[in-house]
C-alpha cells in the first residue's frame, strides 16, 4: 500500500516529448544564505509569505531545524531588522500603532520538504530560475527536513498556513 503523496514535484514537456522535473528536492545547508535565508546566531531564519497574497512583508518566520520559541522570536525580529529595517515584528508599516497585538503566536516544530526549481539538468530559463517553495509535510516523508516556524504577529491566523498542534496537523509546540 502507497500514502497519498503530500506534494507533487512539477514535470514539462521536453522538445523529444518526454517529461522532465522542473523542480527537485532540495535540502537546505551550506547554501541556506544564498537561497534566502539569514543567519542570526546560529539559526537560518526566513520570512514567508502569504500563498494566496503578494506581500511585500512576511506574514511568517521560518527557522531550519527544531528551536526554541524563544529564539525562533529573535531570528524573527533579526529577519525584520536586517531585511527590512524594522526595529521590532508586531505591527506592518501603515498599521494603527493603538490597535494591540494580544500577543507573539507561539511557534511550531514541523517538517517541510523543499523544492527548487529548476531541476539543474533540465533548466528552462523562466521567472522561478533559482527559487524554492516549502510545503508542510510528516517527518516520514521523503525529503522532509525538521522546521519551526511561527507567523508574524500582525498576519491574520490563516494567512501563512503554518500548521497547528490543536488540528491535528504534522507538528508540536516548540517549547
Do not use: K
Not at 36 to 61: C, E, I, K, N, Q
Not at 123 to 141: F, I, L, Q, Y
Amino acid at each position: 500500500m502507497t500514502a497519498p503523496t503530500l506534494y507533487e514535484i512539477e514535470t514539462s514537456e521536453g522538445d523529444d516529448s518526454t517529461m522532465h522535473p522542473v523542480e527537485q528536492l532540495w535540502t537546505p545547508g551550506e547554501d541556506a544564505v544564498e537561497n534566502g535565508f539569514l543567519a542570526h546566531s546560529g539559526l537560518h531564519v526566513t520570512g514567508l509569505g502569504d500563498p494566496t497574497d503578494d506581500h511585500l512583508y512576511p506574514v511568517a518566520f521560518l527557522v531550519l531545524g527544531h528551536q526554541r520559541w524563544a529564539d525562533v522570536i529573535e531570528a524573527g525580529a533579526a529577519y525584520m531588522s536586517r531585511v527590512h529595517g524594522w526595529r521590532n515584528i508586531h505591527l506592518y508599516p501603515g498599521d494603527d500603532p493603538s490597535v494591540l497585538i494580544h500577543r507573539i503566536p507561539r511557534a511550531v516544530l514541523t517538517w517541510g520538504v523543499f523544492l527548487r526549481h529548476p531541476h539543474p539538468d533540465h533548466a528552462c530559463g523562466c521567472e522561478w530560475d533559482d527559487t524554492w517553495r516549502m510545503v508542510w509535510a510528516p517527518s516520514t516523508e521523503p525529503g522532509a527536513v525538521p522546521v519551526t516556524a511561527m507567523r508574524h504577529p500582525a498576519a491574520a491566523v490563516t494567512a501563512a498556513g503554518v500548521p497547528n498542534p490543536d488540528t491535528g496537523a504534522p507538528a508540536t509546540w516548540a517549547a
